[in-house]
């Protein structure tokens, strides 16, 4: 009874709900400069009576909505950033950017954050209809997730300290438990500087920054037989040294991004690049200036959270599509090479543990997941990175995906931008919204469940203590920034 409550509070506003995803999703906002975004979900909060406070970590952007009293303190996770360079307009099935390099929801963040929302203010209504249930319920905006870490500058601030559990979801092109751990990175920049000089008349009086990036990448290439399997380099060249090929460039920038399973083995990866860098700085006779961005941890999967999860999602059940939602999925699956599709059928596998020989060739077969996943423990790594991982440090968390797109549409893609705003994605959101209010009053109603998730991240640390991986001196950077 009471949870039907939850569901008929999400059904009763859901197109305010459907709305806010939209506006988020048209005002596409990279991270820590997501002020219309915020503004939006903060205003939906103090619409149902949260009172709220911005400015969290030292980021404008950032804020939390809380209702209730005592505990325990739940908190429900919502992300609103977009990426850069993923203009695309809203069911076209071709590239087509609204604006030609402009920014594009690619990873469903303008449903993550409004889903998560729509869930607090639906366990708000129950507190409020049944007062003596007490605790209370926290909706965390979290911005900045894409190439910012922001939960990760949240944390480093005390954010999620007080806080008992934490809950969150995810777009996807599969329904299930998030159970898997992901990589901790580091994010940092190296700034090469030279000298200029004539390139014709005098290159010898130069010193080439650009040359110094170009052995750096060559340098990092040739490192990466020699660290663990499961570690990854990324590297961009942000500052090629400007447009004259005459002139020896005397500034030049590349940023990398340094992925290991654990803090530990990306810091020790960090110190050879480290090395490598400063090296390609003595063979240019140029110097370099090393300066760290960001930083997140692994993500910690807690067993018993998920269980409840688990059983609150086979309640809810997979999203019913219609012959609408199917035929554009259809229309969008025609543009998937593939490869993708097989990428996404490994993910299923790596994620069910050999439980989807059946689910397997239903997704083969239908352009949206019909189904649930088989619920596995921990079942692989993800060599992914989430901010969340954070926060699974301090608090046991738990995470479930939602499909909302076609199944095999790669994250980060027009694709992904262009089915955003769609009725499937608008009811695989509603749906992760009930299961998140769903979990969450099984937690109000049974409060020996929180110390039962605490014991078991006590175990799985097994007296490590969580530490920022990001230095204090460091701030939050806007996507315009590079130091």
């Known amino acids: 009874m009471e949870k039907q409550m939850l569901d008929t509070c999400i059904d009763e506003r859901e197109e305010s709900f459907i709305k806010a995803s939209d506006q988020i999703w048209a005002a596409a906002e990279t991270r820590f400069d997501e002020y219309k975004s915020a503004e939006i979900l903060q ?10 406070q911005q400015g969290l970590g030292g980021i404008d952007t950032a804020f939390v909505g809380s209702f209730g009293s005592g505990h325990p303190v739940i908190a429900l996770l ?9 203009s695309q307009q809203s069911g076209v099935c071709e590239p087509s950017p609204i604006k030609a390099g402009g920014n594009g929801h690619g990873c469903g963040h303008n449903m993550l954050g ?6 607090a203010i639906a366990v708000k209504e129950y507190l409020v209809k049944y007062p003596g249930s007490g605790g209370t319920i926290r909706y965390y905006g979290c911005p900045g997730e894409e190439g910012g870490s922001g939960k990760t500058f949240m944390a480093r601030d005390g954010v999620f300290d007080g806080v008992d559990l934490a809950l969150t979801w995810h777009p996807q092109t599969y329904t299930g438990i998030y159970s898997m751990r992901t990589l901790a990175n580091f994010q940092v920049y190296f700034k090469f500087h030279g000298k200029s000089a004539h390139a014709g008349v005098a290159p010898h009086l130069g010193r080439s920054a650009l040359d110094a990036v ?19 380099l990324h590297y961009a060249v942000t500052n090629t040294g400007g ?14 991004l340094l992925r290991a399973p654990k803090i530990k083995q990306v810091r020790e990866i960090y110190a050879r690049v480290c090395d490598i860098a400063q090296g390609a700085a003595l063979m240019t006779g140029t110097s370099c200036e090393i300066c760290f961005n960001k930083a997140c941890s692994d993500y910690i999967p807690n067993n018993a959270l998920e269980k409840i999860m688990y059983e609150n999602l086979c309640s809810v059940g997979a999203p019913v599509w219609t012959e609408e939602n199917i035929k554009t999925a259809h229309e969008f699956q025609a543009t998937i090479t ?34 649930v996943l088989p619920y596995v423990y921990n079942a692989a790594l993800q060599t992914g990175s989430t901010d969340v991982g954070d926060v699974s440090w301090i608090v046991p968390t738990a995470q479930l995906n939602v499909a909302c797109q076609a199944f ?9 931008v262009a089915q955003g705003t769609l009725p499937a994605a608008h009811r695989g959101m509603l749906l992760a ?31 490590e203590k969580y530490s920022c991986p990001i230095p204090e001196k460091i701030q939050p950077s806007h996507i315009q920034s590079k130091n």
């Not at 052995?215 to 570690?231: D, K, S, T």
Request: no cysteine; proline share 5%; net charge negative.
């Open 43 to 52: 205003n939906l909060l103090k619409e149902a009576g949260f009172s709220v």
């Open 78 to 86: 919502g992300e609103y950033d977009a990426l850069s360079g993923l």
């Open 114 to 119: 409004t889903g998560a929302l729509a869930a």
């Open 214 to 232: 170009e052995l750096m990448n060559v340098g990092a290439n040739y490192l990466r037989e020699h660290i663990i399997p499961g570690a990854r």
């Open 243 to 256: 447009l004259s090929p005459n002139v020896v460039q005397a500034e030049a920038e590349v940023v990398y």
């Open 338 to 371: 593939p490869s993708e599709l097989e990428n996404d059928l490994n993910i299923v596998h790596e994620l069910t543990q050999g439980k989807d020989k059946d689910i397997l060739l239903q997704l083969k077969n239908t352009p949206l997941s019909p189904v």
């Open 408 to 416: 095999g549409t790669p994250g980060h893609s027009w694709q992904n």
């Open 433 to 463: 919204a009930k299961v998140l209010a769903r979990t969450t009053i099984d937690v109000l109603q049974n409060p020996e469940l929180v110390q039962t998730a605490k014991k078991e991240l006590e175990e799985t640390l097994a007296g």
